[in-house]
C-alpha cells in the first residue's frame, strides 16, 4: 500500500514518533524493531516534511544503530530507511566530511562497506542511497578516501544484475563529473578498464550504456582522456 494514502498529512507527520519509539536500541523485541524500520522506510518515501520530522525526532541516530546490529534482517530494513532518507539535503550533511576534511566519516564508511554486502536487499539499498550521496563533490573526493573503493568498485560492476550494476554506474559517473581530480582518480584505475569492457558488451541495455557515455564524455571534459582511433587512452595528470 502506498503509504501517502495510508498516512495521509499530519498523520504521517504523528506515526513517525511512534515508529521510530519501537526501534529503540533498548527495544528487546527484534520484530517490533524490524516493523518500526521498515514502516519508517515507508514514511521516509512520502514526503521531505516527513524525512524532516523523522530527522527532528532523532530517527536516523536509532536508524543508524540497527545498521550495526548482527541481526541481518535488521541491517537490511535500517540501510533500506536510510537510503530513503538520503533524499533529504539535511540526512546528506550528516554524511559530509568535517570542514576542511577530506576523510569520509564513519557513517559514509557503513554505507559504502555495505555496497558491497552479500546480502542483495542491503546492497540495493546501500548503492541507491550512495547514488544520492554522490551528487555531493565532498563525498565524492570522500569516496577515493576508503582504502577498499576500488575492489568494491570492481567487484559490484562485475554482477550481471541489472539493479545492481546501474546503480553502481550512476555512482561512478557523478563522480567523474564531479572534479577533476577524483576524475584522474577513476580514469586511473582498473575502474577505467571495466567500463570500457562494459561499453562493449552486447547484453548492456542502452541506459547504462549512456551512462557510460556520459562518464566518457566528463573524462573528456576534464582533459583525463583523449579519443584515440579505437579506443580510450588514459592522460596521466602533469606533475
Given at each position: 500500500m502506498n503509504p501517502a494514502l495510508a498516512f495521509s498529512g499530519q498523520k504521517s507527520l504523528e506515526a513517525c514518533r511512534a515508529c521510530i519509539s519501537l526501534i529503540e536500541s533498548t527495544?528487546?523485541?527484534t520484530f517490533l524493531v524490524y516493523d518500526g524500520l521498515m514502516?519508517?522506510?515507508?514514511l521516509a518515501s512520502v514526503s521531505e516534511s516527513v524525512r524532516e520530522r523523522i530527522v527532528r525526532e532523532g530517527g536516523c541516530h536509532h536508524i543508524e544503530f540497527q545498521q550495526l546490529e548482527d541481526n541481518?534482517?535488521?541491517r537490511r530494513a535500517a540501510t533500506q530507511a536510510i537510503c530513503n532518507l538520503t533524499l533529504s539535503e539535511k540526512v546528506k550533511e550528516r554524511y559530509l566530511p568535517e570542514k576542511d576534511c577530506t576523510a569520509p566519516n564513519d557513517r559514509l564508511k557503513v554505507i559504502f562497506v555495505f555496497c558491497g554486502d552479500e546480502d542483495y536487499h542491503t546492497r540495493i539499498a546501500a548503492l541507491g542511497a550512495m547514488a544520492y550521496l554522490s551528487t555531493d563533490i565532498r563525498i565524492c573526493k570522500c569516496l577515493t578516501e576508503i582504502g577498499s573503493f576500488v575492489e568494491v568498485i570492481k567487484e559490484t560492476m562485475c554482477i550481471?544484475?541489472?539493479?545492481i550494476r546501474h546503480r553502481m554506474l550512476v555512482i561512478i559517473q557523478n563522480m567523474i563529473a564531479s572534479d577533476k581530480v577524483v576524475a584522474e582518480f577513476i580514469i586511473g584505475t582498473e575502474i577505467f578498464e571495466c567500463l570500457l569492457a562494459l561499453q562493449q558488451m552486447s547484453d548492456?541495455?542502452?541506459p547504462m550504456l549512456d551512462i557510460i557515455s556520459n562518464c566518457m564524455a566528463a573524462a573528456k571534459h576534464w582533459g583525463v582522456i583523449q579519443k584515440n582511433p579505437g579506443d580510450m587512452a588514459y592522460i596521466a595528470p602533469a606533475k
Open positions: 527495544n528487546p523485541n514502516a519508517l522506510t515507508n541481518e534482517a535488521l550481471e544484475d541489472p539493479g548492456v541495455g542502452k
